[in-house]
């Protein structure tokens, strides 16, 4: 992986926003060896349900207690329940924000799912050729390498800069580690060499195995908090491609049903939505046409 810049280090900035925090003195392990009860897992279906529409199977329980319970050591908290009434009181809106953070899966790399960058390159860009903007909206972005991943591309084929991609996520900490732009090597092993050239910063000394997206392509992608669920909370206009994969599996039939009409109605007409190879449309009372499995179109 080479680029022709460097990103230098600079003394008493870390390398990862997203990264783990470190373990809390005298109390590590002690929420970690308990069991999670069903009436615990209960009580956090029905929250995450609630605030961001996820559904937490009882199978999930393993993932509940490895996601909670170092901010429950942190906290000095003995047990699921009792960190559930912090986070379920009126005034515990901050805290219920970072179980949010927690509890939300978003790893990813660059380039993801390649024969979409490709569909979009092949066939949407010529057909898109004569139109004046393009708005695309990465709409589950967790820390931003699908959003860098399209801007990267759009730069490279509207040069002009008649494009803007916007990035959403229900979590602020990947956003704040998105906004950022700061990624392990690893994560970018898909992009191919000539973007990692013209878009990357080689990280040095305190960065060495990072790169750093270019300051004039971050300033290009716009990155916000949105509820997948409560999308009627803001007017973001309409875009011509989105981008919402890896995400529906995640909720139940009647909330994935809702999600996809709140974001279908967000696409402009003749627009398109990608969701992941994983997901499908199948059976759904929406208003798409099926281009091929994972992409849809909005009828003009």
């Known amino acids: 992986m080479v680029s022709t810049g460097k990103l230098e280090s600079r003394k008493g900035v870390g390398h990862s926003a997203a990264g783990p925090a470190a373990p809390a003195s005298g109390v590590a392990g002690t929420v970690a060896e308990a069991e999670v009860s069903d009436q615990d897992m209960l009580l956090f279906q029905q929250l995450f349900k609630q605030y961001i529409g996820l559904h937490l199977p009882l199978s999930k329980k393993a993932l509940l207690q490895s996601r909670l319970s170092h901010r429950l050591n942190e906290l000095g908290l003995r047990g699921l329940a009792q960190y559930h009434r912090l986070i379920s009181d009126a005034d515990g809106a901050e805290e219920r924000q970072r179980a949010i953070d927690l509890i939300t899966t978003n790893e990813t790399y660059f380039f993801r799912e390649q024969s979409h960058f490709d569909f979009l390159t092949r066939e949407l860009l010529?057909?898109?050729?004569?139109?004046?903007?393009?708005?695309?909206?990465?709409?589950?972005?967790?820390?931003?390498?699908?959003?860098?991943?399209?801007?990267?591309?759009?730069?490279?084929?509207?040069?002009?800069?008649?494009?803007?991609?916007?990035?959403?996520?229900?979590?602020?900490?990947?956003?704040?580690?998105?906004?950022?732009?700061?990624?392990?090597?690893?994560?970018?092993?898909?992009?191919?060499?000539?973007?990692?050239?013209?878009?990357?910063?080689?990280?040095?000394?305190?960065?060495?195995?990072?790169?750093?997206?270019?300051?004039?392509?971050?300033?290009?992608?716009?990155?916000?908090?949105?509820?997948?669920?409560?999308?009627?909370?803001?007017?973001?206009?309409?875009?011509?491609?989105?981008?919402?994969?890896?995400?529906?599996?995640?909720?139940?039939?009647?909330?994935?049903?809702?999600?996809?009409?709140?974001?279908?109605?967000?696409?402009?007409?003749?627009?398109?939505?990608?969701?992941?190879?994983?997901?499908?449309?199948?059976?759904?009372?929406?208003?798409?046409?099926?281009?091929?499995?994972?992409?849809?179109?909005?009828?003009p």
């Open 126 to 299: 010529p057909l898109w050729r004569d139109q004046a903007h393009l708005r695309v909206w990465s709409a589950a972005s967790a820390t931003g390498e699908e959003a860098y991943s399209l801007a990267m591309l759009l730069d490279n084929h509207r040069p002009a800069g008649s494009w803007s991609v916007f990035g959403s996520d229900i979590s602020t900490r990947v956003l704040r580690f998105a906004r950022r732009a700061l990624y392990p090597m690893a994560r970018g092993q898909n992009i191919p060499r000539a973007y990692l050239r013209r878009y990357c910063l080689l990280g040095t000394g305190d960065y060495e195995g990072h790169f750093l997206v270019q300051a004039d392509l971050r300033a290009k992608v716009e990155f916000a908090q949105r509820n997948l669920t409560a999308l009627h909370e803001h007017d973001d206009g309409l875009y011509d491609l989105i981008f919402l994969r890896n995400v529906i599996i995640y909720f139940d039939c009647d909330t994935k049903l809702q999600v996809l009409r709140d974001v279908i109605a967000r696409l402009r007409p003749g627009g398109y939505l990608i969701v992941g190879h994983s997901e499908s449309l199948h059976g759904m009372a929406l208003d798409l046409l099926m281009h091929s499995p994972s992409i849809y179109r909005r009828p």
